[in-house]
């Protein structure tokens, strides 16, 4: 029999299928029972040891990019020697960077726009088409939550939200936006990996500057090897045994921070004036407008922290965040600017250089520890992107592990682990330096941030449904302040930007081709398999299998033995049954239609595990398999005889109620 298939549906709560009144208890029990479990292991998640636990693990696995950006972003804004003024200016840019993109967009705006807790440009698509009923939720019953509260919509809204219904144009639209967004990520997410690492390592040639920069390079590849072999124990083993090491990173260098602010420039903090990058931008003229490039690596990171949502939870990611991070990152860049507005020499090396001697040695082997780390957080957002994608038949379907024992959104997928990984030693061979890699970096960071910016507009309009005016202020504000970014990265395409815009177009093809085959595919079986098979066989209730016989329009001879279907809840009667009937017309003892399900629990009992409906041809039946999230299920001898016992079990039911 055919093995467990990897976008098997997702049932979240359970229901009795069974429609029959005398046998709705038994199933009836079994549905509210999983109902409660389901129930109980999301209040677990509410919990707050649960959440301080999520967030204590969300510091090693989604803050790491973000928290080590200081190890490359001034190198990467200054092509020379700057000025005390240029520093100012610089650090006035970054503060109000993070402070507005990080922190306001993606921390208190965009997270708001998960579907059931996964994150992602994906996810934000899944939670239109789910609210609107477009897209593969085009045979639900649209989900308009806000007047189910008794919440008022906007008029204006709802309009927009019928029009988006009507117009196939602009469902595509959207759907092509969400790939081209999630492209991005992936691309940007090679480019990270290879720009953490390459940073930790030239440290090294700070204490010895002999050492060649090939030497360098082969020490990159080396522990990148070591970074993807980790990922097999999941994000929750990762972030027991990455988070010590970043916490004590955020506290040690904004220990050191608040010790360079004392020392070198006690009054940094003016530069929280946006004043000073005014001046910085009429000083610079066109140096200052190209340093954008440099000062946008200092949110990289955040699109991933999004991304990742599937992981832990909005809570303990915004606790993280705010208590930890934020202020964190905030001490490390302004004390590494306070040290270079009087060291503007050491521009190339300046987070190394303003570390005190006596601290050098430590604080190294923290800063390599916590770049090695950096690397993290896209490389899980990347398993999440591909699972959202396989859900809406936007990706071939690829083994998919559950990590995590209570949280469905820790997984790892091997053959996307060491592909990923393939390409980010391809790009460390091909650029062989820190400063290549960081003129590719920014471009598919803000080019994935102004798609994202675009796609919240839009939840807020088609979601919340808010009036026009306040997403069109939203997408006007943040789509300003990331243009500007992106026209100053623009110049790095052919300097090396062209690299993840080549790997996002490879991803946005591939999703596009298996989308419209799938599309092909399922229209295909939909035209063969139509609902009607089902309604003509449940039509009588004396229909036998003449019945069923006249729903596949063939006259069938009886075979002895047993015949096993594969098919989907939506698709009816399954393609291969059809086919049979009419090319070879045979009907067997018995005949089972067999669609596997997910639930959202870790485990399934084996009495619960099965779901049996009998249609109205004789020895005809349509059965239900559950399975959790960390289940292996294999169709295998036991597989088949557990299921035959459940059929056995219903059917003696169904012989005591008739009596």
Partial sequence: MAGLPSNAPVRRLPRNRTKSTDLAGDSSNTAEELDRAVQKLQQEKKKGTFVLKLSYQAVGVIFGDLGTSPLYTFPNVFSSEPSPLDVLGAVSIIFWTITLITIVKYILIVMNFNDEGEGGIFAMYSLMCKRLGIGQYAHRIPTDVDKARGRKTNPLADKAAAAVRKSKRVQQALLLLAVLGTSMTIGDGVMTAAASVMSAMSGLQIPDPSLSNDVIVGISVAVLVVIFCLQRLGSSRIGFLYSPVLITWFLVNATIGVYNIVKWQPDIFKAVSPSYAVRYFQSGSRGAWLSLGGCVLCITGSEAMFADMGHFSHKSILIVALGLV??????????????????????????????????????????????????????????????????????????????????????????????????????????????????????????????????????????????????????????????????????????????????????????????????????????????????????????????????????????????????????????????????????????????????????????????????????????????????????????????????????????????
């Fill in 326 to 659: 934020y202020p964190s990152v905030l001490l490390i860049y302004f004390g590494e600017a306070a040290y270079l507005m009087h060291n503007t020499q050491d521009f190339a090396q300046s987070y190394f250089k303003a570390i005190p001697k006596p601290m050098y040695w430590p604080c190294f082997v923290i800063a390599t520890a916590g770049a090695l780390i950096g690397s993290q957080s896209l490389i899980t957002s990347t398993f999440s992107i591909v699972r959202q994608a396989m859900s809406l038949n936007c990706f071939p379907p690829v083994k998919i592990l559950h990590t995590g024992s209570k949280v469905e959104g820790q997984i790892y997928i091997p053959v996307v682990n060491w592909l990923l990984g393939l390409l980010t030693l391809a790009c460390v061979l091909i650029f062989r330096s820190n400063t290549a890699i960081g003129n590719g970096f920014g471009v598919a960071v803000v080019a994935v941030m102004c798609i994202t910016t675009l796609m919240a507009s839009i939840c807020m309009l088609l979601v919340w449904r808010l009036h026009p005016i306040i997403p069109f202020l939203f997408w006007l504000v943040f789509t300003f302040v990331e243009g500007i970014f992106l026209t100053s990265v623009l110049y790095k395409i052919p300097y090396g930007g062209w690299f993840p815009l080549a790997l996002a177009a490879g991803f946005f093809f591939l999703a596009c081709l298996w989308f419209w085959g799938m599309t092909k595919l399922l229209h295909h079986v939909n035209h063969m398999a139509s609902q009607q098979a089902v309604d003509q066989m449940n039509s009588s209730e004396k229909a036998g299998d003449g019945e069923l016989l006249r729903a596949s329009g063939a006259v069938a001879a009886r075979a002895r033995g047993l015949a096993i279907y594969p098919t989907h809840p939506a698709s009816g009667v399954p393609v291969g049954f059809l086919h049979l009937m009419r090319t070879m017309p045979v009907l067997h003892d018995a005949t089972i239609f067999l669609t596997m399900c997910k639930v959202a629990l870790p485990h399934m009992g084996e009495t619960e595990r099965f779901e049996v409906r009998q249609l109205k041809g004789r020895c005809v039946y349509e059965v239900t398999c559950l399975y959790g999230f960390r289940d292996t299920v294999t169709q295998d001898r036991a597989f088949l005889e557990a299921m035959l016992r459940k059929i056995c079990e219903d059917a003696r039911y169904r012989a005591m109620a008739a009596r």
